[in-house]
């Protein structure tokens, strides 16, 4: 792995052999002036002294003088080197710049005979030598991969893709936002759990020495987040990084975030308007825009999405009627569907009949879900956290966000019964279902006996949010850093 140009590395060694620091400890104490402040307010700014700082992405002269393309996280400005300017050190400098190169620069605003805005320098010092060169000025990192491995490198090459990681962060200070005016608590809970669960994945699993057990990587905070409800906290969230041992594809990433909330006293139905009111957030600080008629539009993969709430809602046996094509409750008709896909349930009932049933929904329905669209009123033996329907038990208070064409969100009327999740817990750890957990968490249905308020939770993934609200194809473009392959 290259970590030094040749080229680069011998004047590295030439400065340090004049006596410069290349990676000097301290920065220069004037006030920093940012290239879009400069720019803005260029015409008051004339004649005044400023100081900037930023790396160097364009270079055009040398000799005697010289002007260089100098970028800060604001913007770019030009700045003009020229030796009747500089001192004798400070012009010996500027033979040995390179594009890449971190530099602050101190001189007087102006503009130069064709009126483009300049920073004349009187003096300059190198902050931090770089020692590979960076990508052509206007053709950035044109590989998919080698942008997600050198993310560092295409962020400061690229403005509109540290634009999208600036939104995707707003993003989440308005999600934020929405939850505090509502008087909830951020909370941190654990990420090391000796029992996983609160949603059905793969864990990875880690080892704790000094204890000699098995932890695992939370695939979901939601049992944690509950106790609180227990004690007291009614109203909670946390954006958690939660980890799943799974394959990576557009859409899947084995580390994610995804941000969960519980409000005691409320429902699913509560959970519904809570989730609009996040998403119309979320989309205001991503800057979707608005069509004729006012309304917040979010286009992705080529299509266009009306965030106008509140949004649609169906039942889950009626989107399997109508895109699987027979009715759920027939088991003839659903048993020869099943048969005909290649699924064969783990058992004629219960949990692992209906773990079944789900997946032709997942294969049949839920591609012709675009969104933005709840369905609620889920198979109540595979939702073992949440409250079954009062009208019909078959059913349970169960819903899944779905935008773009993507499960987005998941939320429950909570069940408190501590018998019941119990019996309900059991019945899952039996199945052995590979992604279920693999014992009963008892401490979290000792927490339930004690007595926990009605409510309701739900989880939202933050990433896919995002990639539908900027319009991006894949989970990696809205990661800072995605899992990759090795080198």
């Not at 803005?40 to 004339?46: G, S, T, Y």
């Not at 932890?215 to 939660?242: D, H, N, S, T």
């Not at 409000?263 to 205001?284: C, K, P, Q």
Request: glycine residues 8%; charged residues 25%.
């Amino acid at each position: 792995m290259e970590i030094a140009h040749p080229d680069r590395r011998q004047r590295l060694d030439e400065l340090r052999a004049v006596g410069v620091d290349p990676y000097p400890a301290r920065v220069p104490t004037a006030p920093r002036s940012l290239a879009a402040a400069l720019l803005a307010d260029a015409d008051a700014l004339q004649g005044q002294t400023v100081h900037v700082l930023g790396r160097i992405l364009g270079r055009r002269g040398y000799g005697k003088l010289a002007f260089l393309d100098l970028y800060d996280p604001s913007g770019k400005i030009q700045v003009c080197l020229q030796k009747d300017k500089l001192s004798e050190a400070d012009f010996a400098l500027l033979g040995s710049l390179n594009r890449g190169d971190l530099i602050a620069v101190g001189g007087e605003f102006g503009r130069t005979k064709l009126g483009e805005p300049t920073v004349f320098g009187t003096s300059c010092v190198l902050m931090s030598k770089a020692l590979l060169d960076p990508p052509e000025k206007w053709h950035g990192l044109a590989d998919d991969e080698l942008r997600a491995r050198l993310r560092y490198v295409d962020l400061f090459t690229q403005p509109e893709v540290r634009a999208t990681f600036l939104k995707r962060i707003a993003m989440i200070q308005a999600m934020r936002e929405v939850f505090l005016r509502h008087c909830y608590v951020e909370v941190e809970t654990p990420v090391l759990h000796p029992i996983y669960g609160g949603a059905n994945a793969r864990p990875f699993v880690t080892k704790h020495n000094a204890l000699d057990m098995d932890l695992f990587l939370r695939i979901a905070p939601e049992l944690y987040l509950k106790r609180l409800l227990v004690g007291g906290i009614e109203r909670v969230f946390e954006f958690a990084r939660v980890f799943r041992n799974e394959g990576v594809s557009p859409r899947h990433n084995p580390e994610f975030t995804m941000v969960e909330f519980y409000e005691a006293w409320t429902d699913v139905n509560g959970m519904m308007e809570r989730t609009e009111e996040l998403v119309t957030a979320a989309a205001i600080a991503a800057e979707t825009p608005c069509d004729d008629a006012g309304r917040r539009v979010a286009e992705f993969r080529g299509e266009r999405y009306v965030l106008e709430t509140p949004y649609p809602r169906v039942r889950w046996a009626d989107a399997f009627r109508k895109h699987v094509g027979c009715d759920a409750l027939d088991r003839d008709a659903v048993r020869a569907k099943l048969k005909s896909e290649g699924i064969t349930p783990a058992a004629e009932d219960g949990y692992g009949w209906w773990s079944a049933v789900n997946e032709l929904f997942e294969r049949y329905a839920e591609p012709q879900l675009r969104g933005p669209i709840f369905v609620h009123d889920f198979p109540a033996a595979i939702c073992p956290l949440a409250k079954p329907s009062p009208t019909d038990p078959v059913w349970a208070e169960r819903f899944e966000f779905f935008l773009g064409g993507m499960e987005l969100a998941n939320a429950f009327s909570e069940l408190n019964d501590p018998l019941l999740q119990l019996e309900k817990f059991e019945e899952q750890v039996a199945s052995k279902d590979p992604e279920a957990p693999n014992q009963v968490d008892m401490d979290y249905v000792r927490a339930l006996a004690y007595g926990m308020p009605p409510a309701g939770g739900c989880g939202i993934g933050v990433d896919r949010l995002a990639m539908v609200l900027l319009g991006k194809d894949t989970i990696r473009e809205v990661l800072l850093f995605p899992h990759l392959r090795p080198e």
